[in-house]
């Protein structure tokens, strides 16, 4: 059986979207305004981490998607996940101050995509499983 088209395109535009949002994010690059100085000593090494965890998945799984598109699909879930956990990090404000309001809209917007990630490459995954050809039975 040939794997399914179907899914592909939708996570591989998700997975750009969050990879754009995150980049739009970052410290010094896009619209975070907050000084490094107002995080606590913890959040900087933790929200440092989980952003370059977030950016090598979701490379990988554009990456892979046609070569490798069951690797893909798990390492965009795992990509949406971390996504989630960072946003909800910031949000609680429990490493530092608040997010301002467009860093809180971005990080929503961010979490949201997160999230349809999530779905979009469970559901390509469901289909590549369902599109597996069956193994051969065992003594043949």
């Known amino acids: 059986m040939t794997e399914p088209r179907s ?6 535009a998700l997975q750009a979207l969050l990879l754009i949002l995150f ?5 010094g690059l896009g619209i975070e305004t907050r000084p490094y100085s107002s995080y606590a000593a913890w959040a ?4 440092l981490l989980l952003t370059l965890l977030l950016f090598g998945a979701g490379i990988a799984a554009v990456a892979l998607v046609h070569r490798r598109p069951s690797v893909a699909s798990m390492a965009a879930i795992v990509d949406g996940v971390i996504a989630v956990i960072i946003v909800a990090l910031d949000t609680s404000h429990v490493g530092g ?3 301002p309001p467009g860093p809180l809209v971005l990080g929503v ?3 949201l995509v997160g999230l349809a990630l999530i779905v979009a490459a469970g ?18």
């Open 123 to 140: 559901r390509y995954r469901a289909k590549l499983s369902r599109a597996a050809p069956a193994p051969p039975p065992v003594g043949a």
């Open 7 to 12: 899914g592909r395109g939708l996570l591989i």
């Open 44 to 47: 900087g090494p933790v929200f």
């Open 109 to 111: 917007v961010s979490a």
């Open 23 to 27: 980049f739009l994010a970052f410290p």
């Open 97 to 99: 101050l608040p997010p």
